[in-house]
């Protein structure tokens, strides 16, 4: 089945590839078993090198990886920009500090000495292929945040993208290759999902990562575990941001624009449940709701677009039936909530604000995927923090207050993978990501990400 490259903005097909048959996909595999058993004894000086390559050529190729991005996927061109260059980052971020990360850990001697040993140490091998399930939303920086510890720590890696940015796949291949990392250590597989189930199960590859929705991490989490392979998986989010009395309430207003609408409202760690104090309820919910009304929708390569379309046809009708459901069960929708005039081609759809939302509506414990905003009004803290945690995800969470006693009570109590306050969420690479609950499990970035996929030896000599 052909594997199509659509752009978002006007439903036209910018070209189409054949999906990899079995041989293609035999003959990949075979090439990363070979590059792992000669790239894994490279030291980090040499991965470091590479990688620094890579950084470069993509900030030389800034431009053109940021179209490809907005033409397959329709985020607004400035923000592809700023994704390439986040990427370039991370890719120096690790060649700079992977071997301090997994430099060898030594216990007291003390404590080697009580094990019986002369000598005892850890040390973080890498496991082999890895294969990187990865979603549409963030093309590059997806894939980069993945392959850069996993290529600093030893391992090859294998790349099944989402099915809707074929070009952007390849050209990451292509990206890698260009840099001088050996033919085999990264490899873009061209394949539906129904193929994944094969290739996890193959004995070649060792484990993998997937960031993408729930259905997709429970398959890819059963085949995985009944193969007894390690994954990571970060699912989806509906992260709560949560505005106190205390709050700067201009810079929070600013603020829950730019975390609802980034990447046309398409994150998982997007800002997407409002959660704001009664006492500055009004005041905020008129704010925010006049600008997210102001933002400007269109043409993604226009650089006046705050928000583009969103990246599918299906995508736009899921985000349409859960706004339709909570209006018939009695939401309001303050502004938004259709699409837009005169954008007749293309899958866009306004920047919407839906208030007076409860549990009988999808929308409360969905999550939505556009730029969909739900504001709840909390009596005090208490019900701010449970309304925060009255979602089966766990993500992130954003929280406005200088109060420090607040903020101690929502470290101590909010059940996500992190919490931000007086700002918005945003991944980078000393910090781990990732969640708790349906939000996934395991972490990337950070020294807790590239230690995901090492295997973890402890070394012990025996006393002479």
């Given amino acids: 089945m052909p594997i199509a490259s659509v752009n978002p903005a006007t439903g036209e097909t910018l070209e189409t590839f054949e999906a990899l048959d079995g041989a293609a996909v035999e003959l990949r595999l075979a090439r ?40 397959e996927m329709g985020k607004p061109l400035a923000a592809a920009r700023a994704e390439a260059a986040k990427c370039a980052k991370a890719l120096r971020w690790y060649a ?50 993945f392959a850069a510890p996993a290529l600093m720590a030893g391992n090859v890696c294998l790349l099944k993208h989402a099915s809707n940015v074929p070009r952007t796949a390849l050209a990451l291949e292509d990206l890698f290759l260009r840099a001088g990392f050996p033919q085999g250590c990264f490899q873009t597989l061209l ?4 193929a994944v189930e094969g290739v996890i199960r193959d004995r070649r590859v060792a484990a993998v990562t997937l960031t993408g929705s729930e259905a997709a991490g ?9 193969e007894v392979k390690k994954a990571v998986l970060e699912l989806g989010g509906s ?58 929708v269109g043409d993604p390569m226009d650089e006046a677009t705050d928000v583009g379309p969103l990246a599918s046809e299906q995508g736009r009708a899921d985000l349409e039936e859960l706004v339709e459901d909570a209006r018939a069960h009695g939401a309001r929708v303050d502004c938004g909530g259709r699409r837009p005039a005169g954008l007749d081609r293309g899958w866009y759809y306004e920047p919407t604000v839906v208030s007076g939302i409860t549990p009988a509506m ?23 923090l449970a309304l925060a945690n009255d979602t089966p995800f766990g993500l992130s969470s954003n929280v406005w207050t200088t109060d420090g006693g607040e903020q ?28 708790v609950k349906r939000s996934g499990f395991g972490r990337e970035l950070s020294g807790h990400g590239i230690k995901e996929f090492c295997n973890i030896t402890t070394v012990w000599l025996g006393a002479p």
């Fill in 32 to 71: 990363a078993e070979s590059a792992f058993r000669q790239y894994r004894t490279t030291g980090f000086d040499q991965r470091a090198e590479l990688v620094r390559r890579a950084a470069d050529l993509l900030d030389a190729d800034l431009e053109a990886v940021a179209r490809t991005m907005t033409e």
């Fill in 191 to 194: 394949i539906g999902s129904g």
């Fill in 96 to 145: 700079d500090r992977a071997a301090g990360l997994l430099a060898d850990e030594r216990p007291e001697q003390a404590d080697v000495a009580d094990s019986g040993a002369s000598e005892a140490y850890v040390r973080y091998r890498p496991v082999g292929a890895v294969l990187a399930v990865m979603p549409w939303n963030f093309p590059f920086w997806q894939v980069v945040r």
């Fill in 408 to 435: 101690q009570r929502f470290v101590r109590d909010i059940e996500a993978g992190g919490v931000f306050f007086n700002g918005m969420t945003a991944s980078h690479p000393a910090l781990p990501f990732g969640g």
């Fill in 218 to 226: 429970r398959a890819v989490a059963a085949t995985a575990a009944d």
């Fill in 362 to 384: 999808r929308i409360h414990q969905e999550e939505t995927f556009g730029p969909v905003a739900t504001l709840y009004r909390a009596a005090d803290l208490d019900e701010a």
């Fill in 239 to 296: 992260d709560p941001f949560v505005v106190l009395p205390s709050a700067d309430l201009g810079a929070a207003v600013r603020t829950a624009v730019r975390a609802r609408a980034q990447n046309n409202g398409q994150s998982c760690i997007a800002a997407k449940r409002f959660i704001v104090h009664t006492d500055v309820y009004e005041e905020f919910a008129a704010a925010f709701t006049e600008a997210m009304r102001a933002l400007r």
